[in-house]
């Protein structure tokens, strides 16, 4: 069992043998510690007495000193270290943001047709998702796109490979991960062009980086966070035992109701075959019925027949009685008559309105004002056109202008005299 403790660094030594061995203790126990070579040399710090460190190991049983350890296999120094203030401010800055929110997170295929997985070809991780998937969906195909998951090149390659899965387009879940390590390890999957290219990865995402308590920024931007390779692989795949259960169930019952479909059918067939009739006596009848409606349709088209015949000659008998020679005789002697009556009124209308017409010509040439001239009278106007209707409308020297029965008369005024004077 993996687990993380942290304390003082108490008697300290190093043997030939190049491991360590130690305590860590606190204010109220202490418990022995050994880091092997192997592992104390991938390490960018040298301990020594008195440090605050927190490791990360196995708790196992010295059966020598019948004591417990813990068999260390990672150590960094306790509190804040630059890495982990680096993580902390970059976790802050992609949350502010909105990466972490599960408002944005895709869904994963209940059942994927194909899966993508992006680790290094020679990691444990793609043996561990391999052997599980294999055990439970071998139908499933995978796609490897292979980087590094370590080392200062590891960030660009995981972005390529994400690219590339994105390019390729077949896989429908993509598993982005690898095994344990040590924070440096596994410090690839905390960098930020590797959390934004999982964000706006097209393919829903599974994170699986190192061991249960690993947990890195991929964790918070993909979809779904897997505590190792071995989870990520069996969280996304159906289970084939699962599968066939579910398969023999409905295949008993499906064995089940066809059986009973077919004793249903049975009976029925059973009931048909009892009220089935004779075919040779259903046609003799049939035929039998055939004649029966040829001899009733014959009746009825010579019953039918013989009233139409009766009908055409009574109307023949009607036609020849009201022949159309008679109605057009009559027609043409109203028609001439009508034209007389026409013509007269007509004529008569034309008199009392040539009559009316002269009556009123003469009473319009009585008030008309050219008759009024023909007595003697003239009408005057000024220069401007304007009727004179009083001496005081001239003065002496105007040109002026008189309308008589057959002209006019242009005239200068002289001399003015008014009807007083």
């Known amino acids: 069992m993996q ?77 804040l270290g630059a890495l982990q203030q680096a993580f902390e401010e970059l976790k802050r800055k992609l949350q502010t943001e909105g990466l972490f929110d599960a408002a944005r997170k895709k869904a994963l295929p209940t059942t994927p047709r194909h899966i993508g997985v992006v680790t290094s070809p020679t990691g444990a991780a793609i043996h561990d998702i391999l052997t599980v998937l294999a055990r439970r969906c071998p139908a499933i195909p995978v796609t490897l796109y292979p980087t590094a998951v370590q080392g200062k090149a590891a960030t660009a390659d995981i972005v390529d490979a994400i690219h590339k899965a994105s390019q390729h387009n077949v896989a429908d879940v993509l598993i982005i991960g690898r095994g344990g390590g040590s924070l440096e390890d596994l410090w690839c999957f905390n960098e930020e062009p590797v959390a934004r290219a999982i964000a706006n990865c097209p393919i829903p995402t599974v994170s699986a980086v190192g061991h249960e308590v690993d947990v890195t920024i991929a964790d918070f931007v993909a979809d779904l966070r897997a505590p190792t390779p071995s989870a990520a692989a069996e969280k996304i795949s159906p289970d084939q035992a699962t599968w066939q259960k579910q398969l023999a169930e409905r295949e008993t019952r499906l064995s089940g109701a066809l059986a009973q479909t077919l ?28 004649d029966e409606l040829e001899l009733r349709l014959a009746k009825v088209m010579t019953h039918r027949i013989e009233r139409i015949s009766l009908r055409q000659q009574h109307l023949a008998q009607r036609l020849s009685m009201q022949t159309p020679k008679r109605q057009i005789t009559t027609a043409t002697d109203n028609l001439g008559r009508l034209s007389e009556r026409l013509a007269t009124g007509m004529q008569q209308r034309l008199n009392r309105q040539r009559e009316r017409l002269e009556r009123s010509a003469q009473t319009l040439h009585v008030v008309s004002p050219l008759a009024t001239l023909g007595r003697g009278y003239a009408i ?42």
């Open 380 to 421: 005057v106007r000024d220069s401007g056109g304007h009727i004179v209707r009083t001496p005081a409308s001239l003065s002496s020297g105007d040109q002026i202008t008189a309308r008589v029965s057959e002209g006019e008369i242009s005239a200068q005024v002289t001399s003015i005299k008014s009807a007083t004077d």
């Open 3 to 79: 687990v993380w403790v942290e304390g003082e660094l108490s008697g300290f030594s190093r043997p030939s043998s190049g491991h360590w061995y130690f305590s860590l203790k606190d204010r109220k126990c202490q418990v022995r510690c050994a880091m092997f070579r192997g592992a104390n040399q991938r390490l960018r710090m040298t301990p020594k007495e008195g440090d605050q460190v927190r490791i990360r190991g196995k708790v196992t049983l010295y059966e020598n000193r019948g004591d417990f350890q813990i068999i260390i296999e990672h150590m960094e120094p306790a509190g």
């Open 263 to 290: 004793r249903r059918l049975e009976s029925q067939i059973g009931h048909l075959k009892a009220r089935l009739r004779d075919p040779r006596r259903e046609l003799q009848e049939k035929a039998q019925r055939m």
